[in-house]
């Protein structure tokens, strides 16, 4: 079994930067992609950010701008950096990995951002 774990998230002031943290842990050789999706309160979850292992990301419009996805493969670490934080990045932000074609999610870790 795979085990992620989100942390970073919180209650944040508007216009500042904030960066998560997801590390997976557990019967892992490699983790091929890794992700990010979020949850606005009372809507679905979609996705924000892909990278692959070789660290090639790829965003989901129109969250180009606004996220920066990275990885750290020694660490089956991935990290989503949120800039220049608005009230519309309010939600619960969860990671996952892909480990031998199975997809695996973190709980997810709540973002709450004050105007």
């Known amino acids: 079994q795979v085990q992620l774990v989100e942390s970073g998230g919180g209650l944040v002031q508007a216009g500042g930067p904030l960066r998560l943290t997801c590390v997976a842990s557990?019967?892992?050789?490699?983790?091929?992609?890794m992700g990010w999706y979020r949850q606005p309160p009372g809507e679905q979850r979609e996705v924000v950010a892909r990278?692959?292992?070789?660290?090639?990301?790829s965003y989901e419009y129109p969250h180009g701008t606004r996220f920066t996805i990275s990885r750290d493969n020694t660490k089956n670490a991935v990290y989503l950096g949120l800039n220049a934080l608005k009230s519309d990045y309010t939600g619960v932000y969860y990671c996952?990995?892909?480990?031998?074609?199975?997809?695996?999610w973190g709980q997810g870790t709540q973002v709450t951002v004050s105007s």
């Open positions: 996952y990995a892909v480990v031998d074609t199975t997809t695996y």
């Open positions: 557990g019967r892992i050789d490699s983790i091929d992609e």
């Open positions: 990278i692959t292992r070789d660290g090639f990301p």
